[in-house]
């Protein structure tokens, strides 16, 4: 279809008005096309030319708007780092309408009622980000909000660096936007219940559209709510992701991840990792995810539960973690290629142990799987302690999965093939986001049109991108973001 073709709905206003504000976006100055991703213009079935003209980056500016469009920016509350704010919002990011359920939102627009002290800019570095890492997040399978363009302008916008820095916009799609904050927000005040039964009828209609008609529905999206975010934490845990800021206005109803910042996929695998320069305590490590989004949703149910039995919600609650684990496991299973049952102890302590020789050894954490999945055999694993640090951890470790695989009579080819399939020869690192964000600055974003490639298909080979399949540079490895952006 022709941008012009695209017919926007909007189904936000059925909600009283202190939930939301119509408002316009205010345009950056000279905006240019940075690029775009044809698989997402595809969920929206637009037109991969129709990107290329000068409509499309006046559309994303918020110059043009789409037929069937009121933009707004939708209110939200939140736990940041532990403590409620009870007014929070679309500070940047402005709402246009959905289209094949896919909702549109621009990130950077301009102020709105919700941007507190903030610009409502987003600085190009932070845009550059979001919008290659949404993808690559799609391509490992993990559910997230997608990307499907970026601009860049000469508008200028000051962070917390000396140097000036430029305005950018991304343009995001999503199933939903509603976070755990926006329940949050709507169980405020005297007799919230009318409010909140709207907002979950909504949150159901827009993500579990089964549910719809059935007599509990409320607790068991909740349920269903628990099991996907499990699995979702899962995902995270076993692909070494770190979010960085999983407030609960971050924190998506519909198990999506959400709201880009100082994210990370972890270099060298330390379980202690914090990849928040502003976490002071490490409230977002790596291995406190699992435990925040279970406290999230125990946020959720403070909300949720004065419109169904808050105690079924927190006593489903309790199955988080022993779920994230389980799913925690399988993944990790594929990814040793190993097809055993996964209540065998020695499964669990070949797990652990497996987890101790990584961090002990100093080595690539995604690197380590993919040359596993590269092994000839696993009589000469010299090509993986090569890119350790330290050997003998890991040549400890490899005895015992040795062992197991006996035992087991895992057959090799079988599990090569597991491997292939979910060790991924490029994930996407923060060092790598930052060269091409070093040319772009330049006004070179080749790097940017590449890296999106390469993350839209990380399994592919990319011949002149080699060295992105190598380990971090330890100097490189590991470091902390500002949460600015
Ligand atoms: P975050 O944790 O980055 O998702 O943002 C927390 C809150 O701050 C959200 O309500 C954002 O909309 C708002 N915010 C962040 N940066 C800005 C900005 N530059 N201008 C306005 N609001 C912002
Ligand atoms: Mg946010």
């Given at each position: 279809?022709?941008?012009?073709?695209?017919?926007?709905?909007?189904?936000?206003?059925?909600?009283?008005?202190?939930?939301?504000?119509?408002?316009?976006?205010?345009?950056?100055?000279?905006?240019?096309?940075?690029?775009?991703?044809?698989?997402?213009?595809?969920?929206?079935?637009?037109?991969?030319?129709?990107?290329?003209?000068?409509?499309?980056?006046?559309?994303?500016?918020?110059?043009?708007?789409?037929?069937?469009?009121?933009?707004?920016?939708?209110?939200?509350?939140?736990?940041?780092?532990?403590?409620?704010?009870?007014?929070?919002?679309?500070?940047?990011?402005?709402?246009?309408?959905?289209?094949?359920?896919?909702?549109?939102?621009?990130?950077?627009?301009?102020?709105?009622?919700?941007?507190?002290?903030?610009?409502?800019?987003?600085?190009?570095?932070?845009?550059?980000?979001?919008?290659?890492?949404?993808?690559?997040?799609?391509?490992?399978?993990?559910?997230?909000?997608?990307?499907?363009?970026?601009?860049?302008?000469?508008?200028?916008?000051?962070?917390?660096?000396?140097?000036?820095?430029?305005?950018?916009?991304?343009?995001?799609?999503?199933?939903?936007?509603?976070?755990?904050?926006?329940?949050?927000?709507?169980?405020?005040?005297?007799?919230?219940?009318?409010?909140?039964?709207?907002?979950?009828?909504?949150?159901?209609?827009?993500?579990?559209?089964?549910?719809?008609?059935?007599?509990?529905?409320?607790?068991?999206?909740?349920?269903?709510?628990?099991?996907?975010?499990?699995?979702?934490?899962?995902?995270?845990?076993?692909?070494?992701?770190?979010?960085?800021?999983?407030?609960?206005?971050?924190?998506?109803?519909?198990?999506?991840?959400?709201?880009?910042?100082?994210?990370?996929?972890?270099?060298?695998?330390s379980k202690h990792s914090v990849c928040n320069h502003t976490d002071m305590?490490?409230?977002?490590?790596?291995?406190?995810?699992?435990?925040?989004?279970?406290?999230?949703?125990?946020?959720?149910?403070?909300?949720?539960?004065?419109?169904?039995?808050?105690?079924?919600?927190?006593?489903?609650?309790?199955?988080?973690?022993?779920?994230?684990?389980?799913?925690?496991?399988?993944?990790?299973?594929?990814?040793?290629?190993?097809?055993?049952?996964?209540?065998?102890?020695?499964?669990?302590?070949?797990?652990?142990?497996?987890?101790?020789?990584?961090?002990?050894?100093?080595?690539?954490?995604?690197?380590?799987?993919?040359?596993?999945?590269?092994?000839?055999?696993?009589?000469?694993?010299s090509s993986i302690l090569d890119i350790a640090v330290f050997r003998s951890?890991?040549?400890?470790?490899?005895?015992?999965?040795?062992q197991l695989i006996k035992i087991q009579k895992q057959d090799f080819f079988?599990?090569?093939?597991?491997?292939?399939?979910?060790?991924?020869?490029?994930?996407?690192?923060?060092?790598?986001?930052?060269?091409?964000?070093?040319?772009?600055?330049?006004?070179?974003?080749?790097?940017?049109?590449?890296?999106?490639?390469?993350?839209?298909?990380?399994?592919?080979?990319?011949?002149?991108?080699?060295?992105?399949?190598?380990?971090?540079?330890?100097?490189?490895?590991?470091?902390?973001?500002?949460?600015?952006?």
């Amino acid at each position: 279809m022709k941008l012009d073709e695209l017919n926007l709905e909007v189904d936000y206003f059925q909600f009283d008005e202190k939930f939301y504000e119509k408002v316009d976006a205010t345009p950056l100055n000279n905006p240019f096309l940075i690029s775009y991703s044809k698989s997402v213009c595809d969920l929206i079935n637009l037109d991969y030319k129709e990107c290329e003209k000068e409509d499309f980056v006046k559309f994303i500016n918020g110059e043009k708007v789409l037929k069937g469009s009121i933009p707004f920016s939708m209110a939200y509350a939140g736990h940041q780092f532990g403590y409620f704010v009870p007014q929070l919002g679309d500070g940047r990011a402005i709402n246009l309408g959905y289209i094949n359920n896919w909702h549109l939102q621009t990130k950077g627009s301009g102020l709105t009622k919700y941007s507190r002290q903030g610009d409502g800019r987003a600085v190009l570095r932070s845009s550059i980000r979001e919008y290659i890492i949404s993808e690559a997040m799609h391509a490992l399978g993990i559910p997230t909000t997608r990307a499907l363009a970026l601009i860049g302008s000469s508008h200028k916008v000051y962070r917390d660096y000396l140097e000036v820095e430029t305005g950018a916009i991304v343009l995001r799609v999503s199933p939903s936007w509603i976070r755990i904050g926006t329940f949050e927000f709507f169980s405020r005040g005297k007799n919230p219940e009318n409010n909140l039964r709207q907002l979950a009828n909504y949150v159901i209609n827009q993500s579990y559209p089964h549910l719809k008609n059935d007599e509990d529905k409320y607790e068991k999206m909740y349920f269903e709510l628990v099991d996907k975010s499990a699995k979702l934490l899962a995902q995270w845990m076993a692909y070494g992701f770190q979010h960085g800021v999983i407030n609960t206005d971050n924190f998506s109803t519909a198990a999506l991840t959400i709201d880009y910042g100082p994210f990370a996929f972890m270099d060298h695998f330390s379980k202690h990792s914090v990849c928040n320069h502003t976490d002071m305590e490490g409230r977002y490590s790596y291995n406190n995810q699992p435990e925040i989004a279970r406290w999230n949703l125990e946020i959720l149910a403070y909300s949720l539960g004065k419109i169904c039995s808050f105690q079924k919600l927190i006593s489903y609650l309790k199955t988080f973690m022993s779920k994230q684990q389980e799913e925690y496991l399988k993944i990790m299973n594929q990814r040793l290629g190993l097809d055993i049952d996964l209540s065998d102890d020695g499964n669990l302590d070949l797990m652990i142990d497996l987890l101790e020789a990584l961090e002990e050894s100093k080595i690539d954490y995604n690197c380590f799987f993919y040359e596993v999945t590269k092994l000839e055999n696993f009589d000469n694993i010299s090509s993986i302690l090569d890119i350790a640090v330290f050997r003998s951890p890991l040549e400890n470790w490899f005895e015992k999965y040795k062992q197991l695989i006996k035992i087991q009579k895992q057959d090799f080819f079988k599990m090569k093939e597991l491997m292939k399939k979910t060790n991924p020869k490029f994930v996407i690192k923060n060092y790598m986001l930052q060269e091409a964000i070093d040319v772009a600055k330049q006004g070179d974003f080749k790097l940017v049109n590449d890296l999106l490639k390469i993350a839209q298909n990380p399994f592919s080979e990319h011949k002149e991108f080699e060295r992105y399949a190598k380990p971090t540079p330890l100097e490189y490895s590991n470091i902390k973001l500002s949460c600015s952006s």
